[in-house]
T-cell receptor, first 111, second 114 residues
């Protein structure tokens, strides 16, 4: 157990819908990272927050957004969902910009 | 841009045999390098990391990796594989100029024969 929690574990929704994935980092970690794992793209970095501020963006679609709250938990919002958004979404946390510890992931299925 | 290549998509070894998983990276400066393991339906567990110093790093579960700058490689090794090591292994490089975002290789799926 890495100490990073993600909810929900599984999510099934329809095209065009909007979902919110939640991540709670390890106690004391200020950095939260989001990654997407899909069969065709592999593991890809989406976005990084440090202590509430966005630090870096990767290949994140405009339909996707994220934020980190004062209590340091983070949410990834996915809207206007498409079939191709079906994937495993991971959150990772770290104390600063060091070793990242991954949560168990949220498996999203868009039908 | 940084990149990671894991040349072997699948590897099968016999239980008790030695293992080496290959990883080659492309990065402009001294890299931060990581190996993670993912069991079916699970998240990513950190096996080991290299930031600086001794180029041979020890990790959990009896794994080790050697950083070779001249070959841009960070291969993972284990002297004797156990059936429970069957999983997918990912090599990653961290961009320490961009919040240490990780770039992952495509992964190597390890199967262990009894």
């Amino acid at each position: 157990d890495s100490g990073v929690t993600q909810t929900p574990k599984h999510l099934i929704t329809a095209t065009g819908q909007r979902v919110t994935l939640r991540c709670s980092p390890r106690s004391g970690d200020l950095s939260v990272y989001w990654y997407q794992q899909s069969l065709d793209q592999g593991l890809q970095f989406l976005i990084h927050y440090y202590n509430g501020e966005e630090r870096a963006k990767g290949n994140i679609l405009e339909r996707f957004s994220a934020q980190q709250f004062p209590d340091l938990h983070s949410e990834l919002n996915l809207s206007s969902l498409e079939l191709g958004d079906s994937a495993l979404y991971f959150c990772a946390s770290s104390p600063w910009e060091e070793t990242q510890y991954f949560g168990p992931g949220t498996r999203l299925l868009v039908l | 841009a940084q990149s990671v290549t894991q040349p072997d998509i699948h590897i099968t070894v016999s239980e008790g045999a030695s293992l080496e998983l290959r990883c080659n990276y492309s990065y402009g400066a001294t890299p931060y390098l990581f190996w993670y393991v993912q069991s079916p339906g699970q998240g990513l567990q950190l096996l080991l990391k290299y930031f600086s110093g001794d180029t041979l790093v020890q990790g959990i579960k009896g794994f080790e990796a050697e950083f070779k700058r001249s070959q841009s490689s960070f291969n993972l090794r284990k002297p004797s594989v156990h059936w429970s090591d069957a999983a997918e292994y990912f090599c990653a490089v961290g961009n320490n100029n961009a919040g240490n975002m990780l770039t992952f290789g495509g992964g190597t799926r390890l199967m262990v024969k009894p």
